[in-house]
C-alpha cells in the first residue's frame, strides 16, 4: 500500500512538473525565467550535497566549479577566441559551436578535474580551516577570470563575454518559439525541460551514490574520519572523490547558465553566491534530497516572491529604504527563522533526527 502511495506521489508531482512552466506562461516569461534559475539552483545544491552533506566536507568555493563550466561552455560557443586569436581563427573560420551531447562531457570532466586539484592539498583540514581555504580557492578563480584579458585576452576580463550559442539538438534550438499541436512554447519553457531531465538524472545519481558503498564511506568519513580510517577506509581517496563528484554538477549547471543567458562575467560567480549555494544545502538538511531540492528551491525563488513585498514596503516609508536591501533584510530575517523553528533543516534525514533524539534522551 505504501509503495503504491508513493508511486502516486511521484505520478502528480511528475505531471505537477511538467504542466508548471505551461501554468507560469500565462503570467509571463519572467515567471518561467524563475523557475529555470530555480532548476539551476537545484543542480547546484545536489553537487554541493556530495561534499557537504554525505562527505562532511565544508566547502565555500563550489560557485568556482560554476564559473569554469560557464566559461568552459562560453569560449567554446562564443566568438570571443575567433576574434581575439587569428591561429584559432584561421582553424576555425566559422567559430566552434559545440553540440550539447559534447558540452555537458566536457563541462563535467573539467570541473571535476579543479574539483580534484583543489581537493588534493586540503586532505589534511577540517572543518574552519577547510571552509578557508575553499573559500579562497572560490576567490582565486573569480580574480583569474577578472584579469585574465592582458596579457592575453582569454576570458575578456570584466567586460565578459557574449554572443553564446544557445542550446541546439536533434535540430530544435531552444533560443526559439516551438509550436507544438498549436500551442507555443516560449523559449525559456524549452530551457525548463531541458533542466528539468538534467535535475531528475541528477538525482538519481545522487539516490544511488547515497546507497551505494562509496556513499556509506562519505557518510562514515562524516561522522567519525578517524574510525572510517580504522575500519579499513581510504580517507584520501573519497575525499577526492567526493570533490571532483561534487564539482562535476557545479561544472554542467555553468554550462548550461552560460547557454541560458547568452552572456557571462566575473559578477555572476561572487562570494555571495557560494553563500547561498551552502544556505540552500543547510537550510533544506544536510545529506537528505527531498530537504535539498526545497531548500535550493525556497530560497531561489524567495528573492523573486519577495520583491512584490518588498516594494509596498519601500512605498509606505515614503522612498526612503533602497528596496534590494529591504529584500535582503527579508531573505535573511527568513532564514534565521527557519533556523530557529527548525535548527536541523527543513527536511531533515529521518535517522539524524532518531539519532538526536536518542542523544536527548540519554542527557
Given at each position: 500500500?505504501?509503495q503504491q502511495q508513493r508511486?502516486?506521489?511521484i505520478?502528480l508531482?511528475?505531471?505537477?512538473l511538467l504542466v508548471l512552466?505551461?501554468i507560469?506562461?500565462g503570467f509571463?516569461?519572467?515567471?518561467?525565467?524563475i523557475?529555470d534559475?530555480?532548476?539551476?539552483?537545484?543542480?547546484l545544491?545536489l553537487g554541493?550535497?556530495?561534499?557537504v552533506g554525505?562527505?562532511?566536507?565544508l566547502d565555500?568555493?563550489?560557485?568556482a566549479?560554476?564559473a569554469?563550466g560557464?566559461?568552459m561552455f562560453?569560449l567554446m560557443?562564443?566568438?570571443?577566441l575567433s576574434?581575439t586569436f587569428p591561429l584559432?581563427?584561421?582553424?576555425?573560420?566559422?567559430?566552434?559551436h559545440?553540440?550539447l551531447?559534447l558540452?555537458?562531457p566536457?563541462?563535467?570532466?573539467l570541473?571535476g578535474?579543479?574539483?580534484?586539484?583543489?581537493?588534493a592539498?586540503?586532505?589534511?583540514?577540517?572543518?574552519?580551516y577547510?571552509?578557508?581555504?575553499?573559500?579562497g580557492?572560490?576567490e582565486?578563480?573569480r580574480v583569474f577570470l577578472?584579469?585574465?584579458?592582458?596579457?592575453?585576452?582569454l576570458?575578456?576580463?570584466?567586460k565578459?563575454?557574449?554572443?553564446?550559442?544557445?542550446?541546439?539538438?536533434f535540430g530544435?534550438?531552444?533560443s526559439k518559439k516551438l509550436?507544438?499541436?498549436g500551442?507555443?512554447?516560449?523559449?525559456v519553457t524549452?530551457?525548463?525541460y531541458?533542466?528539468?531531465?538534467l535535475?531528475?538524472?541528477s538525482?538519481?545519481i545522487?539516490?544511488?551514490?547515497?546507497?551505494?558503498r562509496i556513499?556509506?564511506?562519505?557518510?562514515?568519513?562524516?561522522?567519525?574520519e578517524?574510525?572510517?580510517?580504522?575500519?579499513g577506509i581510504?580517507?584520501?581517496?573519497m575525499?577526492?572523490?567526493a570533490?571532483g563528484?561534487?564539482?562535476t554538477?557545479?561544472g554542467?549547471?555553468?554550462a548550461?547558465?552560460a547557454?541560458?543567458?547568452g552572456?557571462?562575467?566575473?559578477?555572476?560567480f561572487?562570494?555571495?553566491?557560494?553563500?547561498?549555494?551552502?544556505?540552500?544545502?543547510?537550510?533544506?538538511?544536510l545529506?537528505?534530497l527531498?530537504?535539498?531540492?526545497?531548500?535550493?528551491?525556497?530560497?531561489a525563488?524567495l528573492?523573486?516572491v519577495?520583491?512584490?513585498?518588498a516594494?509596498?514596503?519601500?512605498?509606505m516609508?515614503g522612498?526612503?529604504l533602497?528596496?534590494?536591501?529591504?529584500?535582503?533584510?527579508?531573505?535573511?530575517?527568513?532564514m534565521?527563522g527557519?533556523?530557529l523553528?527548525?535548527p536541523r533543516g527543513?527536511w531533515?534525514?529521518?535517522?539524524h533526527?532518531k539519532s538526536?533524539?536518542?542523544?536527548?534522551?540519554q542527557?
Amino acid at each position: 500500500m505504501k509503495q503504491q502511495q508513493r508511486l502516486i506521489t511521484i505520478l502528480l508531482a511528475a505531471i505537477g512538473l511538467l504542466v508548471l512552466p505551461l501554468i507560469l506562461q500565462g503570467f509571463g516569461n519572467a515567471w518561467v525565467r524563475i523557475a529555470d534559475m530555480t532548476l539551476l539552483f537545484v543542480l547546484l545544491s545536489l553537487g554541493l550535497n556530495i561534499v557537504v552533506g554525505y562527505a562532511g566536507l565544508l566547502d565555500l568555493g563550489f560557485v568556482a566549479f560554476f564559473a569554469i563550466g560557464a566559461y568552459m561552455f562560453g569560449l567554446m560557443a562564443s566568438p570571443h577566441l575567433s576574434d581575439t586569436f587569428p591561429l584559432f581563427a584561421a582553424l576555425f573560420p566559422n567559430g566552434l559551436h559545440t553540440p550539447l551531447w559534447l558540452v555537458i562531457p566536457l563541462a563535467a570532466l573539467l570541473a571535476g578535474g579543479f574539483g580534484i586539484l583543489l581537493g588534493a592539498p586540503t586532505l589534511r583540514l577540517r572543518g574552519d580551516y577547510l571552509a578557508i581555504v575553499t573559500l579562497g580557492f572560490g576567490e582565486i578563480i573569480r580574480v583569474f577570470l577578472n584579469n585574465l584579458d592582458h596579457p592575453f585576452n582569454l576570458t575578456n576580463g570584466p567586460k565578459g563575454i557574449g554572443q553564446i550559442d544557445s542550446i541546439k539538438f536533434f535540430g530544435f534550438d531552444l533560443s526559439k518559439k516551438l509550436n507544438l499541436f498549436g500551442f507555443d512554447l516560449s523559449s525559456v519553457t524549452l530551457y525548463y525541460y531541458l533542466f528539468l531531465v538534467l535535475v531528475v538524472v541528477s538525482v538519481i545519481i545522487c539516490h544511488r551514490l547515497e546507497l551505494s558503498r562509496i556513499g556509506r564511506a562519505w557518510m562514515a568519513i562524516r561522522e567519525d574520519e578517524v574510525a572510517a580510517k580504522a575500519m579499513g577506509i581510504n580517507t584520501r581517496n573519497m575525499k577526492l572523490l567526493a570533490f571532483g563528484m561534487g564539482a562535476t554538477f557545479g561544472g554542467v549547471s555553468g554550462a548550461m547558465f552560460a547557454a541560458f543567458q547568452g552572456f557571462i562575467s566575473p559578477e555572476s560567480f561572487s562570494l555571495m553566491e557560494s553563500v547561498m549555494i551552502v544556505a540552500m544545502v543547510v537550510l533544506g538538511g544536510l545529506g537528505h534530497l527531498p530537504g535539498v531540492i526545497l531548500g535550493a528551491v525556497l530560497l531561489a525563488a524567495l528573492p523573486e516572491v519577495l520583491r512584490y513585498v518588498a516594494g509596498p514596503l519601500q512605498a509606505m516609508t515614503g522612498g526612503r529604504l533602497d528596496a534590494a536591501i529591504l529584500r535582503q533584510l527579508l531573505i535573511a530575517l527568513a532564514m534565521i527563522g527557519v533556523m530557529l523553528l527548525r535548527p536541523r533543516g527543513l527536511w531533515p534525514a529521518p535517522e539524524h533526527g532518531k539519532s538526536l533524539q536518542r542523544r536527548e534522551g540519554q542527557a
